[in-house]
């Protein structure tokens, strides 16, 4: 064992020497700061809860460390995490401290701006509503629009309880009946119902029009 240890004795203290040696430069190098704008990362968003804000995508950030490593960091170097289980429904205000955030070694936080982020948390609510079928135009003349259906008739919403809850029903995209006089069946999509409300089922809905004589 005591051989295997001094082979290429020679090579090892070379490397350590040149090893301490780099460290001496960086240790000894003209320290510099330097401020950059780092990406917010919020993570583990508590089961059954939705962000309903944006609180800014980054967070400025005052760095100092060697001359070297500054000048060349870029901001996709620095993370600023921030962890929501702990949040709870309503208005939240989550610190923003120098150990949540990321670095190459090296380099030290000084300052971060906002120290604070204001976040908006709510509990996810579902609901099934009707899907009503959306139709513009005029029948030919001596016919009348008995009835439009969709099918399926309903869809199940899912998103914050309070958008969830304005919902009554889900309207088709608009179907032209102008000149029709028979009956007819299309395809088409649902209108969005807003940017944080998910609709659950098909893309298409087919909707069944029913066009009939006058008496």
Known sequence: MTKGLFDNLGLKL???????????????????ERTVHAPLLLARLPKNMTLLNGPGEFVTVQLRGPKSLISGLSPSEVDVNVDLSTLKEGENFVAVKADQIDVPRGVEVVQVSPKWVRLVLESVAERVVRVAARVEGNPAAGYYLKRALAHPDRVRLVGPKS??????????????????????????SLEPVGKSIKVEGPALVQVSVEIRANP
């Open 14 to 32: 070379a490397s350590l020497a040149l090893a301490f040696a780099l460290w001496m430069v960086v240790a000894g190098e003209q320290r510099d």
């Open 163 to 188: 958008d969830v809850s304005r919902v009554e029903k889900v309207y088709t995209s608009t179907i032209s009946i102008e000149g029709r006089s028979h009956a007819f069946g299309a395809m088409t």
